[in-house]
Every structure is written in structure tokens, then in C-alpha cells.
């Protein structure tokens, strides 16, 4: 093979293993199988850390995996669900390419949840799945399923290899398609017998052009001048911060746009963290339990800039009633989500790492005091009637925000947060502080229940040398607690946090709310968490009181390897602000 | 307001890429009214022609998410009086009938049908144009024992294209292409710009 695509590890290994054929690497020309090709994809693509589970259809591959095992790092899971949430977790701290294995059949319907979460998400992943003998296709074999199409509206792009000769360059297709551009989960179904079929190795090429494939549209520099003219004369401009930043890896340039402005901004769920919590222009979170100012002052800002982020509809509240008022910049590099739900004054198409720094060169020095102001103000009112009371309750039960509050504490803000979805998620959100990017890990568009325990498995893998907590409700929890022995197995140091109201908690909030308190079936019994945790050999803990929150909390961050901490909290909290369903984005509600 | 719009989509020739398309109408609740797939003016690039009723704001947006897909090159929507189109049609009708009554070859002649086969017992007429025509032709047949009837779905060639040639030379090019997404703001440029 050709020393060009030797990623660094491989040429480490090859020095200190020359005596090795088939580990690290295959030599160009000699005879190899297909599955032999598809650990040498992973290698040449620099994967490190990859998740799975094998079976039937996949067990060729598995079988060449075996002599990999010291240089690739394979972590077996419990669940193919699992497995996907862990390599989308991977992705969104590392910001490389998550990577998972399953089999045919259940194996592969196993990881379509995870597929529309990351492509909802935008998450790179590459899911390699095994799939019956060629011959076997529409047979009804067994653990036979048609994948490809099952999965064709929940992945950027899939493929189905049946013969070997294929492998090398479809996975670096695959590898190109999912990073590139707007990221998205890619799928390859390779059949069995182009697993075990023998061919002559033509060594791996990465990809960086495929004909019908886009990935960034041109920068227009008219755009770019629009852009810059309609913010220089803007009195309020409102800047609204969404993933695109952090896709990019444009968190730097960002900053340097809403600094030389002096732009406000707000961020959407997937944004946050791109912009450390205390940065005097952070003004909050936008959309349905956003913070107060953000939302109401959407509707008095002059010109709206968005920036890598999608006008979602927990984002948008009702349309006829988002922003009519304002002139719409739109910066993203999927030109598809221009125009798609807000109608934008002026696109900016491109990579924000390109477009905001050529912005930037354009605008005037400035600040906004006075309409900075109007967000403090009304910042301050959402305090009194919302944060405060949430941060520091009078009753005896403990509040989700609290703990947030104790933990923002001890952890300065530094640890990696990943949540799952419902309440504590959106108080996570609210309360949870940032100081560097890639920190926040939660199911944003798709709102999966169960996605935090093995995302954060993923995330400790992306981000080792980092602080990874979890933290999940009662309800939540229980959807993958089996990942558990993942954490087990390969003793992966991830904190956590069971925040337990005995509820599933949004959806008695709404029923509160918007049922007349009918409570169906929302109240959920739970196992006891901590005997659950030890069975794993993980230790654990349950507290109720307020005054062993704090120290349960240190207690849980110096145990060395993994915790569960299980916090009991109101059982019938709600989450404001809120802007109820229906309604524009000015009629959030403080209660 | 929906009226009809022609989609033109170029795309690789790839398994599969039909069903991509497809549900995008689908996902949308949109019904196809018809769909033609073939090969392009392009060798190795396929052309799909798909008719449905949609307002336009909708099929901008359909066109945008259909265009995201890796392996479509480029897709164009058009009303019908953008292109030029055409619909083929067979008829199978007894040869008794036409033999016995002179009406039925009137007809025949009157919508510019040809014979395909003729056998004894029946005959296949064959004729193209708009669906107007082709439906006009099948009610009037309808009387006089129409045995089958096929229709194709539309073809359509666009009025103002110059063909994909010197597309797919830039497509093939390792760097971004020039091309504007058409967008409102490009008619309004006077109101934004003042630099």
C-alpha cells in the first residue's frame, strides 16, 4: 500500500509489527477479503474507537476484526441501538466520524432509531451492516430484511455491496459523504458473500469528489456584502447560534462576528455550548423552554441572523408570528434549509467557517448597549418569577435546577453534559454551563428517549481526557439501561445522574397544562436504581435531601470509574418559560 | 394556487435512487401523476420526468431537498408552458368493428392514430400528444368496444435548456459550481444593497 494513505497509527504499527501481514495492514495487490477491506477502510480513515454487536451476516467481518483487535479498538455494546447512540455520541465530542457494526435482520432494524436521530441531527456515522448471500436477496432468508430501503429517508446516503471489489472505494465514499458537507448517518449493507469473496487489494483511496455531490455551495460575495450592510445598519440585530457552528468548527470565527458587532446572541439546543455560558453577549436559549428576552424580543430585533441553525419548529413557535418584523440573514451550507421554514432577506450559502470571517471583515466596530439591555431586563424578570425559585426552592423537594446548580459548581462549568430528552433535559439545557464546545450531548430533532446512556459511552470515547455525565430521567433511563454492562465491560468512566420524579415528566406537564391534569399513563414505576447499578458492579448512590446534594455530587465526581447517583426531585415540577404549542414565539409564558 | 409542474431530475443510474426520489413525494403527501425515468442527451446519466399538482412555493422546496441527494446531479421544475411535451397511448380494438364501421377509421385518422398490429381479430392504434387529446380519443373509442388501453407517462423536453453537456463538464470539475440557487432576494438586490 501506498505510503500517502498509511494514517499515522498504521505506520506506527507497521514499524514496531513489521513482522505482521495481515494486522494493520494489507499489501496492495496481494489476495484479501472483502471483509479484510473493511477493517482496512476503518484503519486508513483514522478510526480509532468503533462500536458493534455481531451476528450471522456479519460474522466474516467480525472474524477479520480478530487479528485487528490491538490496533482498532472495537467496544461490544448490548444493543445495536445502543451501539449507534454511542457512535453518534463519539461524533458530536470528538467531531470525527462515529462508526458502528450490526448484523442483518434485527441487527440492522436495531439501529434505525439512531439513524433518524443522526440524521435529524446532522451527525456523521457510517453504519456497516451485514446482509444474507447475494443469492439470497428477496428470498425471505434468514435475518434477511431490506435495509436499504427501510432506511433510504433516514440516512444522507446508503449502499448496498455485493461484490468485494467494491468495498475499498464505497467505504471511502461512505467515510466522505457523512463528514462532508452538511454530516449525516451513511449505511452500507454488505452481503455475505462479498465479505468472504477473495480479490486482489487496490489499496484504500480516500474520496474528495463525487460528480453529483456538492458538499458546500459557492461563497457569493454579494450575499456576503448584503450581509454585512443590513448588520452595520441594524439597531437591533439578534444573531441565533445553532450546530452549524460547531459542524464547522467555526466557534473561533463566530466569535469574532458577534465580538466586532457587538451582536446579542441566542442559541438553539444543538448549539449550545459553542459559546461559553458567561460571554457578555450570550443572552440565553431560544424556542419552547427558552429563556424569556430571546424568545420575546425575536419579535421587536430588526435583523435576525441565523447562523448554521435550522428555524425548527420548537425553535419557531407558530410562523405567521416569528420575526415578521425583521430582515432574515440565513448563513448555512445545506442550500435546501433556505427559504424552508422562514423566508431569509439575504442567504448566505457556504461553511460558516468560510462565510462568517468574510462577514466580519466587512462590520463596523459597534456595540448595542441599550438594546443589550432590554434582554438584561427582561433576563432579570424571568429570574424572579423562574430561575430563582427553580435555582433555590423554598419547598423541601429538591429541584432539577438545583442540581445543575451544585454541579455548575463543582465542575466549573468543564465537563461534558449529556442528556436525554424530556424535563431535565430542557433544565439541563437552561441551567447547565458551558465553558468550551462539543460539551453539550442530547438528542435535539428527534427527541429519543433513551439516547444519553449510550451516547455518553460514545462520548467518553470521543473525549477521554474529559468529564462525561449523564444525565437521564426515570423514564429515559430505563429505554437502554442495558448498555450498563457496556459501561461494565470496558470500564468506561461516565458519571451517572438519574434525575428521579417518579413521572414521565414532560408529558404530565402537558397533561397538567393542556389535559385538565388527566394523568395517562405517565406515572412509571422504577426499579431500585442503585441495586440495578451494583448488579453492573458499578457503585451508586440514592439521595432525597437537599443538604446531601452537594456532597453527593463531589462524591460522585472523585469516585474513580463509573457512578450512578440517583437524585429523587419534585414530582410535579414543571419547566417553564414556555411557549405553548400554537402560539408565536412573543406569547411565551413566565408560569 | 396548485396547477402542474414537470420535474426534470438528472441523476446518476444507480439502484435504488428511484425510491429516493419517490418518497420525497410520498413523505410530503404529494401524488405523482406521473413518472418517466430514461436515459439522458448524457450517456451514463439518467433523466427522470415526473408531473404533479403542487403549488410552486412547495415544488421550489421539493426541488431544493430532491437536488440534496448525492447522486442527483440537477433537478429543474417547469409549467407546461415551459416545455414541450408528449404522452403515447395504445389502443386495442377489434378489426371487426374497424372494418364494419367506417366511424371508427374516421376517428382514427382525425387524432393522427396509426395501426401497430393488425391481426383478425383485433388491431393496436397508436398515437402520441397531450393528455387532452389521448383522453378524448380513448372516451370517443369507448364506444365502439375498446378492448385495451395503455397510456405512457410524460416526456418532456424544457424550452429553454441548452442540454446538460457543459453541466456535467463543470459537475465532473473538482471544485464548487457557479451556480445560483435561484432565490427572491436575487430580484430584490436594489432594496438590500446600497455598498
Known amino acids: 500500500m501506498s505510503e500517502a494513505i498509511l494514517s499515522e497509527k498504521a505506520k506506527k504499527s507497521i514499524k514496531t509489527k513489521s513482522e505482521m501481514t495481515s494486522v494493520g495492514k494489507c499489501a496492495v495487490g496481494t489476495e484479501i477479503s472483502g471483509s479484510q477491506a473493511v477493517i482496512e477502510a476503518l484503519f486508513a480513515e483514522g478510526v480509532t474507537d468503533f462500536f458493534g454487536y455481531p451476528g450471522g451476516a456479519i460474522m466474516p467481518i467480525y472474524d477479520a476484526l480478530y487479528d485487528y483487535q490491538d490496533t482498532i479498538n472495537h467496544i461490544l455494546v448490548r444493543h445495536e441501538q445502543g451501539g449507534i447512540h454511542a457512535a453518534q455520541g463519539y461524533a458530536r465530542t470528538s467531531g470525527k466520524?462515529?462508526?458502528?457494526?450490526?448484523?442483518?435482520?434485527?441487527?440492522?432494524?436495531?439501529?434505525?432509531?439512531?439513524?433518524?436521530d443522526a440524521q435529524i441531527d446532522s451527525t456523521p456515522v457510517v453504519c456497516i451492516t451485514g446482509q444474507v448471500f447475494a443469492h439470497l436477496l428477496g428470498t425471505d432468508a434468514f435475518q434477511e430484511t431490506d435495509v436499504i430501503n427501510i432506511t433510504t429517508p433516514i440516512t444522507k446516503w446508503n449502499y448496498q455491496v455485493t461484490d468485494a471489489n467494491e468495498i475499498p472505494s464505497v467505504l471511502a465514499k461512505a467515510f466522505y459523504i457523512a463528514k462532508s458537507g452538511r454530516p449525516g448517518p451513511v449505511l452500507i449493507d454488505i452481503t455475505k458473500n462479498a465479505q468472504v469473496q477473495k480479490f486482489t487489494y487496490p489499496g484504500y483511496k480516500p474520496c474528495t469528489h463525487i460528480r453529483s455531490y456538492r458538499p458546500k455551495p459557492i461563497v457569493r460575495k454579494e450575499y456576503i456584502q448584503a450581509a454585512a450592510e443590513l448588520i452595520n445598519k441594524a439597531e437591533r440585530p439578534f444573531v441565533l447560534l445553532g450546530q452549524g457552528v460547531i459542524l464547522g468548527n467555526a466557534e473561533n470565527e463566530?466569535?469574532?462576528f458577534i465580538e466586532k458587532g457587538g451582536l446579542p446572541t441566542a442559541w438553539t439546543v444543538l448549539g449550545l455550548s459553542a459559546l461559553p455560558t458567561d460571554h457578555p453577549l450570550n443572552v440565553g436559549m431560544l424556542g419552547m423552554h427558552g429563556n424569556y428576552g430571546p424568545n420575546v424580543l425575536t419579535n421587536e430585533c430588526d435583523v435576525l441572523i441565523a447562523v448554521g441553525m435550522r428555524f425548527d419548529d420548537r425553535v419557531t413557535g407558530r410562523l405567521d408570528k416569528y420575526a415578521k418584523q425583521a430582515k432574515i440573514i440565513h448563513l448555512d451550507i445545506d442550500p435546501a434549509e433556505i427559504d424552508k421554514n422562514v423566508h431569509a432577506t439575504v442567504p448566505v450559502w457556504g461553511d460558516c467557517k468560510e462565510t462568517l470571517p468574510l462577514i466580519t471583515s466587512l462590520l463596523k466596530n459597534k456595540q448595542h448597549e441599550n438594546w443589550l439591555n432590554k434582554f438584561k431586563e427582561l433576563r432579570k424578570q424571568e429570574?424572579?418569577?423562574?430561575?430563582?425559585?427553580e435555582l433555590h426552592p423554598d419547598g423541601d423537594m429538591m429541584t432539577m435546577g438545583e442540581v445543575f446548580n451544585v454541579l455548575?459548581?463543582?465542575?466549573?462549568?468543564?465537563?461534558?453534559?449529556?442528556?436525554?430528552?424530556?424535563?431535565?433535559?430542557?433544565?439541563s439545557c437552561r441551567y447547565a454551563k458551558f465553558t468550551q464546545s462539543r460539551s453539550n450531548v442530547t438528542s435535539g430533532g428527534l427527541g429519543t428517549m433513551g439516547f444519553a446512556l449510550p451516547s455518553a459511552i460514545g462520548a467518553k470515547f470521543g473525549a477521554p481526557q474529559r468529564n462525561v455525565i449523564a444525565v437521564i430521567g426515570d423514564g429515559g433511563f430505563q429505554m437502554t439501561l442495558q448498555e450498563l454492562g457496556t459501561i461494565m465491560q470496558f470500564n468506561v468512566d461516565v458519571k451517572i445522574i438519574i434525575l428521579n420524579n417518579h413521572f414521565l415528566g414532560?408529558?404530565?406537564?402537558?397533561?397538567?397544562?393542556?389535559?385538565d391534569k388527566r394523568y395517562s399513563f405517565v406515572n412509571i414505576t422504577s426499579p431500585d436504581f442503585v441495586a440495578l447499578a451494583k448488579a453492573y458492579s458499578i457503585d451508586g448512590k440514592s439521595i432525597s435531601k437537599r443538604e446531601n446534594l452537594r456532597s453527593a455530587l463531589q462524591e460522585m465526581l472523585n469516585h474513580n470509574g463509573s457512578y450512578l447517583l440517583e437524585i429523587m426531585v419534585g414530582k410535579e415540577n414543571n419547566v417553564f418559560p414556555m411557549v405553548p404549542q400554537g402560539c408565536g414565539v412573543a406569547e411565551i409564558r413566565l408560569k | 394556487m396548485k396547477q402542474e409542474f414537470t420535474i426534470t431530475v438528472y441523476a446518476e443510474n444507480h439502484i435504488g435512487l428511484l425510491n429516493r426520489i419517490a418518497i420525497m413525494f410520498s413523505r410530503r403527501k404529494i401524488n405523482i401523476e406521473s413518472l418517466n425515468t430514461s436515459p439522458s442527451e448524457v450517456e451514463g446519466i439518467h433523466r427522470f420526468t415526473i408531473v404533479i399538482n403542487e403549488v410552486e412555493d412547495v415544488v421550489k422546496k421539493l426541488i431544493r431537498q430532491i437536488e440534496k441527494q448525492v447522486e442527483v446531479l440537477k433537478a429543474y421544475y417547469n409549467?407546461?408552458?415551459?416545455?414541450?411535451?408528449?404522452?403515447?397511448?395504445?389502443?386495442?380494438?377489434?378489426?371487426d368493428k374497424v372494418i364494419e364501421d367506417v366511424k371508427v377509421e374516421r376517428l382514427l385518422r382525425q387524432y393522427g392514430a396509426r395501426a401497430v398490429v393488425i391481426r383478425k381479430d383485433y388491431t393496436v392504434f397508436e398515437t402520441s400528444g397531450?393528455?387532452?387529446e389521448i383522453d378524448k380519443l380513448t372516451e370517443v373509442l369507448g364506444g365502439f368496444g375498446l378492448i385495451e388501453f395503455v397510456r405512457s407517462a410524460r416526456v418532456a423536453i424544457i424550452n429553454a435548456s441548452k442540454g446538460f453537456y457543459e453541466k456535467l463538464k463543470e459537475f465532473e470539475e473538482e471544485k464548487p459550481r457557479t451556480e445560483i440557487v435561484e432565490n427572491e432576494f436575487l430580484d430584490k438586490q436594489d432594496e438590500v444593497f446600497s455598498m
Open chain 2, 130 to 132: 397531450h393528455r387532452e
Open chain 1, 408 to 427: 455548575n459548581d463543582l465542575t466549573k462549568g468543564d465537563a461534558v453534559i449529556v442528556t436525554d430528552v424530556g424535563q431535565h433535559q430542557m433544565v
Open chain 1, 97 to 116: 466520524v462515529g462508526v458502528v457494526f450490526a448484523t442483518s435482520g434485527p441487527g440492522a432494524t436495531n439501529l434505525v432509531t439512531g439513524l433518524a
Open chain 2, 79 to 95: 409549467n407546461n408552458d415551459e416545455i414541450v411535451w408528449q404522452e403515447l397511448a395504445l389502443y386495442k380494438v377489434s378489426t
Open chain 1, 254 to 256: 463566530f466569535r469574532a
Open chain 1, 506 to 515: 414532560m408529558v404530565r406537564q402537558w397533561q397538567q397544562l393542556f389535559h
Open chain 1, 383 to 389: 429570574e424572579e418569577v423562574v430561575i430563582t425559585p
